[in-house]
C-alpha cells in the first residue's frame, strides 16, 4: 500500500517549476527596486519609447551584466570548492561598475540566500545574485541550461517591468519588447554556460554611466 508519506519522500519536483519559483516576481529579493540604471536613462532621455528600450535591454543582455551574470552562475554551478565560490563572488562584486550596482547584486544574493535556505534548507553564505542562484541550482541538482536560460529572461522581466513604469510603456508594448528578447536570453544563456571566466567582459558603457548618474540623481524611484 502506497501512504501519503511514501509518496511525499518519492515524488521529485520537476526542476522548472523549482526555478520558476525562485524567479518569480513573487520570490522577496526585491528585484522590482532596481532598474539596472535604467532610472537614469529614461531621466537623461536616452530611453524615451519601446524601440529605444529594446535597443537598451539588448545591450544590458548581450554586452553588458547579463551575459556575465551567466558565466558567473555556471562557474558558481559547477565549483566544487568553497574558496573557489568565494573567489567567484569577489570577481562578482568587483565588476559592479557602481556602488549602486554592487548593492543591486549584494542585496539580491542575500535576500535570495536566506528565504533559499529557509525554504528549501540549502546553506547559502551572502553571495552575490548570480553566485547564489548558480551555486543552489548545483545543491538542488537543477539543470544547469534551464536556470541560465531562466535566470537571464527573469532578469530581462524584470527591466521591462521598471520600463512599463519608467517610460512609461503600456503593457502590451512592454511585453512585445520583452517576447522580442526572448530567443537573445536563450542564445546568450546557451552559449556563456560553455565560456570561462576568460570570456568575461562588457562593454554597455552608457548603461554603466547612467548608473554611475543615479546615485546624485535628484529624484528616484529605484535604488539603481
Not at 520570490?27 to 536616452?46: C, R, W
Not at 558565466?71 to 565560490?85: D, G, P, Q, W
Not at 546557451?190 to 562588457?202: E, F, K, R, V
Amino acid at each position: 500500500m502506497i501512504t501519503r508519506t511514501h509518496m511525499r519522500m518519492t515524488m521529485r519536483i520537476d526542476p522548472i517549476l523549482t526555478l520558476t519559483q525562485w524567479l518569480s516576481p513573487s520570490y522577496p529579493v526585491g528585484a522590482f527596486t532596481y532598474s539596472h540604471g535604467l532610472e537614469s536613462s529614461v531621466h537623461s532621455g536616452m530611453v524615451h519609447d519601446a524601440p529605444s528600450f529594446s535597443e537598451w535591454l539588448k545591450d544590458v543582455l548581450s554586452h553588458g551584466a547579463g551575459r556575465n551574470d551567466v558565466i558567473l552562475l555556471a562557474a558558481a554551478y559547477n565549483t566544487n570548492s568553497e574558496e573557489s565560490l568565494h573567489g567567484l563572488d569577489e570577481l562578482a562584486r568587483a565588476l559592479a561598475p557602481s556602488a549602486e550596482r554592487l548593492l543591486e547584486t549584494d542585496q539580491q544574493g542575500a535576500a535570495f540566500a536566506q528565504t533559499t535556505g529557509a525554504v528549501f534548507d540549502t546553506d547559502l553564505s551572502r553571495l552575490t545574485y548570480p553566485v547564489a542562484i548558480g551555486r543552489a541550482a548545483a545543491l538542488q541538482q537543477l539543470p544547469l541550461r534551464d536556470t541560465a536560460r531562466l535566470f537571464l529572461h527573469a532578469f530581462a522581466a524584470s527591466l521591462t517591468s521598471a520600463a512599463i513604469r519608467l517610460i512609461p510603456l503600456g503593457q502590451t508594448a512592454g511585453q512585445t519588447a520583452l517576447h522580442s528578447v526572448t530567443p537573445l536570453c536563450q542564445s546568450i544563456a546557451d552559449q556563456a554556460i560553455t565560456q570561462s571566466l576568460d570570456d568575461l567582459g562588457a562593454s554597455s558603457f552608457a548603461t554603466d554611466i547612467a548608473s554611475m548618474a543615479h546615485e546624485t540623481q535628484y529624484s528616484r524611484l529605484f535604488r539603481s
